[in-house]
């Protein structure tokens, strides 16, 4: 079993950036993925952007340009830097971690981008 823990949702401004991280309980040593959820009030849940165990990246359209997601040198956390946010970023980021075996969730980190 592995556990994942959010961090680094805030207040920000337009404009701004923050750095989300995930981080697992232990390495992986199976072929994973890693991924960025997010819901706001009123939408589904939606996939932000994802890594793999191999170091390959997919973002969705609304945010590429200005979000990356990259990985330690352990390869056992994941950041989603994010850059030039704008209100309609504002939900709730949840990190997902699958493997051919595991699925895990975070709890979630609030990230709200408002004047």
């Known amino acids: 079993q592995v556990q994942l823990v959010e961090s680094g949702g805030d207040l920000v401004q337009p404009g701004g950036s923050l750095r989300l991280s995930c981080s697992a309980s232990r390495n992986i040593f199976s072929i994973w993925r890693m991924g960025w959820y997010r819901q706001a009030p009123g939408k589904q849940r939606e996939l932000v952007a994802v890594?793999?165990?191999?170091?390959?990246?997919n973002y969705a359209n609304s945010v590429k340009g200005r979000f990356t997601i990259s990985r330690d040198h352990a390869k056992n956390t994941v950041y989603l830097q994010m850059n030039s946010l704008k209100p309609e970023d504002t939900a709730v980021y949840y990190c997902?971690?699958?493997?051919?075996?595991?699925?895990?969730w975070g709890q979630g980190t609030k990230v709200t981008v408002s004047s």
């Open positions: 997902n971690l699958r493997s051919a075996t595991v699925e895990a």
């Open positions: 890594i793999t165990s191999g170091g390959s990246t």
